[in-house]
Antibody, heavy 116, light 108 residues
Framework: EVQLVESGGGLVQPGGSLRLSCAVS????????MTWVRQAPGKGLECVSM???????FFADSVKGRFTISKYNSENTLYLQMDSLRAEDTAVYYC??????????WGQGTMVIVSS | DIQLTQSPSSLSASVGDRVTITCRAS??????LNWYQQKPGKAPKPLIF???NLQSGVPSRFSGSASGTDFTLTISSLQPEDSATYFC??????????FGPGTKVEIK
């Protein structure tokens, strides 16, 4: 069964850091494009980062220079390192697989709250 | 940047009604348009990819169509479990794809 399970969210102070994990099962993370999508409370969906199977990475302007996306094939896990966090980064963060130019499998999400 | 607008922003309809949601792109996106359904507290669920292709396991009452820069999601016979927010997404402009603001569908 194809499954994504996020972890690592929590409460962090402004300026702090968090690393989100997305454990992949049912497929090999190295062979697919993957993405992180966030949703602020009561708001819409924002694609914040993407990583291609070859390793190329992309970031939304809102997080560029602060977030890093990576995947570890040996662990079959996708990561999102978030530094210099701001209140506006508060959101549920989802990882998702990309197939046929769509996000076809999603994790359950992990909540990040940036507050003092 | 490509902008997506959705109309209406919300609607209320009865079980069995035919429901139509429109997503308009600010420029041509060559049918690179997907639809997702999201229920409260849950992750989005993919419904349709490339404007009109049903994702595996999605009921046939859902369908998608395209006309130029206008895209339509249709629920042919609304069911109680269809109460949700529906988002469109463009995947034409790489690399980061954008979503529409969403349409909330409620059951009368």
């Amino acid at each position: 069964e194809v499954q994504l399970v996020e972890s690592g969210g929590g409460l962090v102070q402004p300026g702090g850091s968090l690393r989100l994990s997305c454990a992949v099962s049912g497929f090999v993370v190295s062979s697919d494009y993957m993405t992180w999508v966030r949703q602020a409370p009561g708001k819409g969906l924002e694609c914040v980062s993407m990583i291609y199977s070859g390793g190329s990475t992309f970031f939304a302007d809102s997080v560029k220079g602060r977030f890093t996306i990576s995947k570890y094939n040996s662990e079959n896990t996708l990561y999102l390192q978030m530094d210099s966090l701001r209140a506006e980064d508060t959101a549920v963060y989802y990882c998702a697989r990309i197939k046929h130019n769509a996000f076809d499998v999603w994790g359950q999400g992990t909540m990040v709250i940036v507050s003092s | 940047d490509i902008q997506l607008t959705q109309s209406p922003s919300s609607l209320s309809a009865s079980v069995g009604d035919r429901v139509t949601i429109t997503c308009r792109a600010s420029q041509r996106i060559n049918n690179y348009l997907n639809w997702y359904q999201q229920k409260p507290g849950k992750a989005p669920k993919p419904l349709i990819f490339s404007a009109s292709n049903l994702q595996s396991g999605v009921p046939s009452r859902f369908s998608g169509s395209a006309s130029g820069t206008d895209f339509t999601l249709t629920i042919s016979s609304l069911q109680p479990e269809d109460s949700a927010t529906y988002f469109c997404q463009q995947t034409f402009s790489n690399p980061l794809w954008t979503f529409g603001p969403g349409t909330k569908v409620e059951i009368k």
